[in-house]
C-alpha cells in the first residue's frame, strides 16, 4: 500500500488496513489497485507540464488562464454532496481542466494526468459537465483558471446494522 497524506500532511496509510476491517470485515484488505492502463508518448510529454496546453490555446485566442499560484482566492468546487458516479471498477484519477469565469468547466480542457481506465475517466467527465465552481479571482474580477481535480473509486460497501433476533 503506498502512502498517501491528506491536505493537512497526515499520512492516511497507517489508518486504512484497520478502516477496511472496520467497514468489511475482511482482514485481508483492500483488493489490490488495478494496473494503469498506459500512457502514450505524446500524452506523457504534456503531462510533466501541467496545465500549458490549455494556457497555451487560450493565449491563442486572445484570452488569459491563471495558474493557481496567479489568483486568490483559486477556484474552488460548490460542493452539493456528490462526486462522480461509482463506475463498477475502483481507482485514482486526477484530472485537469479550466474553470471560466462563470464558475463551468471548459471541458475542451478536460484530461487526464494520470494513467487509467475509461471507465474512471468517463465517471469525471460526466461530473465535471455538471460541476460548478466558485471562479477564481484576481482582485475583486472573476478570472479563468487551470484546476486539478483527483477522484478516488473505491467499492461501495454495506453497512450492515446488528442480526436481528427472533
Known amino acids: 500500500m503506498t502512502k498517501r497524506a491528506n491536505r ?9 488496513a484497520p478502516l477496511w476491517f472496520a467497514i468489511t470485515g475482511c482482514a485481508s484488505g483492500p483488493p489490490p489497485e488495478p494496473t494503469p492502463l498506459p500512457v502514450s508518448a505524446e ?3 504534456t503531462l510533466r507540464v501541467p496545465c ?3 494556457i497555451r490555446k487560450a493565449a491563442a485566442g486572445g484570452q488569459r488562464v491563471y495558474r493557481e499560484n496567479e489568483v486568490e482566492p483559486a477556484a474552488e468546487l460548490i460542493w452539493e454532496g456528490r462526486g462522480p458516479k461509482y463506475p463498477g471498477e475502483i481507482g485514482t484519477l486526477q484530472v485537469e481542466f479550466v474553470v471560466d469565469s462563470t464558475g463551468r468547466v471548459d471541458m475542451t480542457t478536460l484530461r487526464p494526468l494520470t494513467p487509467a481506465s475509461p471507465n474512471l475517466f468517463r465517471s469525471v467527465r460526466v461530473f465535471m459537465a455538471t460541476a460548478r465552481f466558485a471562479p477564481a479571482l484576481i482582485g475583486e474580477r472573476p478570472v479563468s483558471q ?21
Open 146 to 166: 487551470c484546476r486539478k481535480f483527483e477522484s478516488q473509486f473505491v467499492a461501495p460497501s454495506v453497512i450492515r446494522g446488528p442480526a436481528s433476533r427472533r
Open 43 to 45: 500524452a506523457d510529454s
Open 8 to 16: 493537512l500532511g497526515i499520512s492516511i496509510a497507517p489508518l486504512a
Open 52 to 54: 500549458e496546453a490549455a
